[in-house]
């Protein structure tokens, strides 16, 4: 016992201090092992915490750039509003064209997705313009006709700026140079006259062609009733619906079949009603006389629908003899 104790006291002499002091590989390592393990369970927490924090910093950031978009719009239509009252007040005149301007604009932009309604019925049912129903037909053609007549106008008001230049052609050559979305009211009224009274200059060219061809008809009586009818509406009177009726074997199978008229006979595609000095009383009379008229004709006899829109509405401002 006494010599192990002297020898191992002998190995530690020999050994020197470093033999008493503890292993400092060992306790380095264990601390690089603690301060790594808790470091690592450190950044583990931060990398489940991370996707949270950086979730909340993209939805508030969309949230506070939605608040600026819309207190941005606020603003600018609290200006906008400001603006118009000014005009309103200090120049009226000049703001019933920018509020005619602006009412324009927006009718337009919806009449743009109806025609994109129509386009997509059009390719999904496979359907030519001629198998719509007739509005719809009326509306791409109107549209069409619109889109051409504006494109200078859009051309004009690219630049900054240049929407007054376009409100200036408003004022000056409105019905030259404007589709109708961009009409005032008052305008309206008048160009629909104008464009009323070219119509009736057509209506005359069909009535006569109907005149003559009523010529070259063999049947004696039904040819007499229909010359006094061209006759009797040429003079100015409007036609009953049992004179109407009386005529309806001659546009079927004859000279008077739509397939069969001269190209004099049909100038006139635009057919319709001018109710603008119309009451309503008038315009309920004339539409039950013109569904009462329709719903009696059969298909060989569209004839005659097609001329009855004439002779009811030549002298549409009259009442029937």
Known sequence: MALSRVAARGGLWRLGPAALSPPRGRMQLQLALGVSSR????SAAQVRSQPRRSQGRSLSSRAASRALVAAVAAAARRVSARYERYLERSFPRFYLLYSTFKTGIQALFLEA????RIKSKMSQQRLSSQQLPYREMERLR?????????IPIGIIAIPPFANFLVIVLMYFFPRQLLIRYFWTPKQQLEFLDAYDCIRRDSYRDVLRSLALAARSLPEPQPRQLL???CAQVQGGARPHLAQLLAVRSLFSGS???LNRLQVDHVACYLRGLNSTHLGQAECRAWLEQWLRLSCQ???????LLAHSMVLLSLNSSRPPE
């Open 255 to 257: 000279l008077l079949a």
């Open 297 to 303: 004709l059969q298909a060989s006899e569209a004839s």
């Open 227 to 229: 010359q006094q009818l």
């Open 39 to 42: 470091s690592g369970s450190f």
């Open 113 to 116: 997705k109806e025609i994109r």
């Open 142 to 150: 109107q549209f069409r006709r619109d889109v051409l007549k504006a």
